[in-house]
């Protein structure tokens, strides 16, 4: 991997030197030596998710000729510098963790004060997309579930054999990503700690709204040990194990987290019986004995990930290829019939490439937010609406916004999710009505 005097820089309508200087800067000093990638290389972005923290797109590396996925952090959020850190932070680790069942990082890239993690992109998205879909919901064999929750294991077995041993402390099935083959990539450590750098739980919160995976000696983690946070994982991956064993969502009765927090803090935990875990489930007393010690109430009651892997290996060497391979092809056979692809990740449709405007635009967000004016913001919006580019009820969503720069703002948020061709129309309007503060304008129409 080379660093900042690649070649892949020089070919690129790159940020100013002074923005690559402080990128270099900032990279040397989390010491990464991860590929930079222009975002000029980046084309045709689809939205894929909003996670909590960036938003997730795939795009074609037009060198490289491959999709990726780009985890971007656009300047509307005021990165600050700790903020900047944490997302080089999340680079790092993710470079310094590569293993088997590791998301495998491609690059970095940064531009005006945006910054992406570029990965590979995962053909099958979530765990929780794979188990939780509906039209179509495939059978998924039992060979190719428990493989998964192997590789899981494996993945995070790794982490916590790094030196210092690495917490990834956000384990959840949207976390879980799945290669074409199905086979497990762990993903998004942006909570995940070096042990020995972690004996503050300050800055814990409970991620995305999701706290069924945390364990409740986290709910008050100043009260703490250091001892839960080695078990966290553990806890974690007995709820997601449970999750892929009775496809169900943990506590769909409950409506609010803090009566799951409640519920769990008595002791409570997901159903173990029969209607959840059917009784003809393969190696079902085994499974649920690893449930019920990965989730106890005391972390040290709780296995390490070695115990669980050889609990789990006499599993995985009674399935042979052809029995995990016929469980994929079941799967591949329903999406395919539904949809023509094997490709199922919650995407909107393809955009034109490249991404130009979109980008432009997402860089600019409070400069146009602030400066827009009302006459372009609805000569935008009659544009968008004529040409069918935005829905009515996007259209009239913005239009009830009671202030101008509520308006602009909605736009924008409408155009990250519609992409390329609702960006230009942005650009061409405040083009249309010399908005020169804004200047300069992207060069559109060169490139088709
Ligand atoms: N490399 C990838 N390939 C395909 N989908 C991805 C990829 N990375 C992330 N995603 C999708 O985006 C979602 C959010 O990504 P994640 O890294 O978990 O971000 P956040 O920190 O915002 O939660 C994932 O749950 C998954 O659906
Ligand atoms: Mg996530």
């Not at 239009?399 to 948020?413: F, H, N, P, Q, W």
Request: net charge negative; glycine share 4%; with cysteine.
């Amino acid at each position: 991997m080379s660093s900042g005097s690649s070649s892949q820089e020089s070919g690129c309508c790159s940020p100013g030197r002074y923005q690559r200087d402080n990128l270099y800067q900032e990279t040397a000093n989390i010491s990464s030596n991860l590929q930079l990638i222009p975002y000029t290389k980046l084309t045709d972005l689809t939205f894929i998710n909003k996670g909590a923290y960036g938003t997730v797109y795939k795009a074609l590396h037009s060198n490289w000729r491959i999709p990726v996925a780009l985890k971007f952090f656009p300047k509307e959020r005021h990165l600050m510098e700790s903020e900047r850190n944490k997302i080089f932070k999340e680079a790092e680790i993710l470079h310094k963790a590569r293993f088997s069942y590791i998301l495998p990082i491609l690059g970095i890239c940064y531009e005006e004060e945006n910054i992406g993690i570029v990965t590979e992109y995962m053909t099958n998205g979530s765990l929780n997309q794979l188990l939780h879909e509906e039209n179509p919901s495939p059978e998924i064999a039992w060979p190719i579930r428990f493989r998964i929750l192997y590789e899981i294991a494996l993945g995070v077995n790794f982490l916590h054999n790094l030196t210092p041993p690495l917490l990834h402390h956000d384990l959840k099935t949207q976390n879980i990503l799945l290669d074409s083959e199905f086979h497990v990539k762990i993903a998004d450590f942006g909570l995940s700690k070096w042990r020995m750098l972690s004996q503050s739980f300050s800055d814990h919160k409970p991620a995305g709204g999701t706290i069924i995976y945390m364990p409740p000696e986290m709910y008050e983690p100043n009260l703490n040990t250091g001892r839960g946070s080695v078990k966290h994982d553990m806890y974690s991956y007995a709820i997601i194990m449970w999750e892929v064993l009775s496809r169900k969502q943990p506590y769909e009765g409950a409506t609010t987290p803090m009566q799951i927090m409640f519920s769990v803090a008595k002791g409570n935990r997901p159903d173990l019986s029969e209607e959840s875990i059917p009784s003809d489930t393969p190696y079902r007393d085994m499974f649920i004995s690893l449930m019920q010690s990965g989730w106890a109430c005391d972390p040290n009651d709780r296995p390490a990930f070695l115990k669980c892997l050889l609990d789990l290996e006499p599993v995985i060497q009674n399935y042979d290829d052809i029995s995990i391979l016929e469980g994929i092809l079941q799967i591949k056979r329903i999406h395919s019939r539904f949809d023509g692809s094997p490709s199922f990740t919650d995407e909107r449709p393809q955009q034109e490439s490249p991404s130009t405007a979109l980008m432009w635009v997402l860089c600019k967000r409070d400069q146009i937010v602030n400066q827009m004016t009302d006459a372009c913001l609805y000569q935008c919006l009659d544009a968008l609406i004529s040409n069918q580019i935005i829905l009515k009820e996007d259209y009239e969503l913005i239009k009830s916004e009671r202030t101008r720069s509520a308006k602009v703002r909605g736009l924008i948020d409408t155009c990250e999710m519609q992409g390329e061709s609702f960006a230009r129309i942005i650009v061409q309007k405040l083009k249309d009505n010399r908005q020169k503060d804004l200047q300069p304008f992207p060069d559109l129409w060169q490139d088709g």
